[in-house]
């Protein structure tokens, strides 16, 4: 067992500080990790202040970690030391049940154990995350980071990039689809970026005008003013997908008059009661509401190595460790463009 550094709170009302940690010895299937790199969350904010449920403490944030293989167990075959890696939303599944089989560990039907506050089960107590100098993951939940890629960008990929590649894939959004992506967030940002690469026609549809430029500076073709009745007319019945990525609950009925007949809205941010929907506009044109939730190991693996071969990478603002409690009060303000990424460097002269 090593002891190691980390930021993390003590309690729902306590600011992020500097502890200490205990990540376990290596057994034979393990991966150690040094952390170079690791994104800010919303998520991490929500669970360290209890605001999703009661959280386990000491929190140690982070889910978005990228680094250095510094040591492998004995029956490692994917990895070796100074294999540039990523570990995401995830460290552990059952890997029986049906969704693990099918490599939607995210599924999994006895829960996954997540990079952190899931139980774990090798040290008791529950796990810690990527806010820290160093991580132990097995193996099948290490990912490989293309070399080409700009690494320091590349942590946000593993939860705001899966969370929006994952429904553009299930959905089976492809060249020449007209794709609208709702929200300019952490999210939606990722969401014009990929449909932009797969091909797509790509809308986005926001409340504020004044996201005009910078989206259409992210890939975006078109963008619809959802509160302007003749824009929303004009676009009506057109859409191929719909990709809603507002954080929290509001009314989707204008967003259903936009679809074709058998199209899908599919909802990545909202994990909370939505307005009343309309029964008729899903009935009328057999349109469907659905929600997807980041992606398994394979799928997240496609697609780092999409963003390998396409240079698909976030819009990032680096922070060292110790200004992680300005830059989550910047995240609640929504006054981020798109995801801060703390340099990890900054935590081993803390």
């Given amino acids: 067992m090593e002891n190691v550094k980390a930021y ?111 139980a774990d089960k090798h040290l008791g107590g529950h796990t810690y995350g990527g806010y820290s100098e160093k991580i132990v993951v097995d193996e099948k939940f290490v990912l490989s980071v293309p070399e080409n890629l700009d690494i320091a960008k590349v942590a946000p990929l593993l939860c705001a990039g899966i969370t929006t590649w994952s429904p553009l894939q299930h959905w089976n959004v492809k060249k020449g689809d007209k794709v609208g992506v709702i929200g ?46 003749e824009q929303m007319k004009k676009h009506a019945n057109s859409f191929d997908f719909l990709l809603n990525t507002v954080p929290v609950g509001h009314d989707v009925n204008p967003y259903v008059t936009l679809m074709k007949r058998d199209t899908t809205m599919a909802m990545v941010g909202a994990i909370e009661p939505l307005d009343a929907v309309h029964g008729g506009l899903l009935v009328s044109k057999r349109k469907n509401i659905a929600g997807s939730m980041i992606g398994g190991i394979k799928e997240t693996q496609e697609m780092l190595d999409f963003c390998g071969e396409h240079n698909v990478l976030p819009e990032c603002e680096m922070i060292d460790i110790q200004n992680i409690n300005e830059a989550w009060d910047r995240v609640v303000k929504a006054d981020v463009k798109y995801r801060f990424v703390i340099d990890m460097k900054s935590l081993k002269g803390a």
């Fill in 8 to 118: 993390g709170v003590q309690s729902e009302t306590a600011e992020l500080d500097l502890l200490q940690i205990d990540r376990r010895d290596l057994v034979a299937t393990d991966v150690q990790i040094d952390i170079l790199y690791c994104g800010v969350c919303h998520s991490d904010i929500h669970t360290a202040r209890s605001e999703w449920g009661p959280a386990k403490y000491p929190v140690v944030p982070g889910h978005e970690i990228v680094g250095r293989v510094t040591a492998v167990g004995d029956e490692v075959t994917k990895f070796k030391t100074g294999d540039l890696v990523g570990v995401g939303c995830m460290v552990d599944s059952c890997q029986e049940c049906s969704a693990c089989k099918e490599h939607l560990e995210q599924y999994c039907e006895n829960g996954a154990t997540m990079t952190y506050g899931g």
């Fill in 184 to 229: 300019l967030g952490g999210l939606g940002h990722m969401g014009i970026k990929f449909a932009h690469a797969i091909g797509a026609h790509v809308v986005m549809i926001t409340r504020s005008p004044g996201k005009a430029d910078d989206a259409k500076m992210l890939g975006a073709d078109e963008v619809l003013i959802s509160t302007d009745e």
